[in-house]
């Protein structure tokens, strides 16, 4: 059974960073992919960044681009969402999800993602 556990949320002010990681066990095979997810209170689901274990791709919603950066140990099967410049607006929970045979390209909404893990609290004050 695929297992995901979050950690390295926290309160930051604006501008500050966390890294956040997401250890992932279970898996039968290397062809999945990983998707960072926020929830702000009120809010629906977003994604936020995605990684294919494959081959390593990596994809980012718009509103991150250029401040987030995934990437993927493998030797860990860890997956970290290294987040500088936060603002206000990066306010949420963080949760990563996994998916078999899942094309991350274009971040898919969570209805795509099978396994889930419980979320980490990112708040970002200003």
């Known amino acids: 059974e695929v297992q995901l556990v979050e950690s390295g949320g926290g309160l930051v002010q604006a501008g500050g960073s966390l890294r956040l990681s997401c250890a992932a066990s279970?898996?039968?095979?290397?062809?999945?992919?990983i998707i960072w997810f926020r929830q702000a209170p009120g809010k629906g689901r977003e994604g936020v960044s995605a990684?294919?274990?494959?081959?390593?791709?990596?994809y980012y919603a718009d509103s991150v681009k250029g401040r987030f950066t995934i990437s993927s140990d493998n030797a860990k099967n860890t997956v970290y969402l290294q987040m500088n410049t936060l603002k206000p607006e990066d306010t949420a929970v963080y949760y990563c999800?996994?998916?078999?045979?899942?094309?991350?390209?274009?971040?898919?909404?969570?209805?795509?993602?099978?396994?889930w893990g419980r979320g980490t609290q990112v708040t970002v004050s200003s």
């Open positions: 999800a996994a998916s078999y045979n899942l094309d991350p390209r274009g971040l898919p909404e969570e209805k795509y993602w099978r396994y």
């Open positions: 990684i294919s274990r494959d081959d390593g791709r990596t």
């Open positions: 279970g898996f039968t095979s290397d062809d999945y992919a």
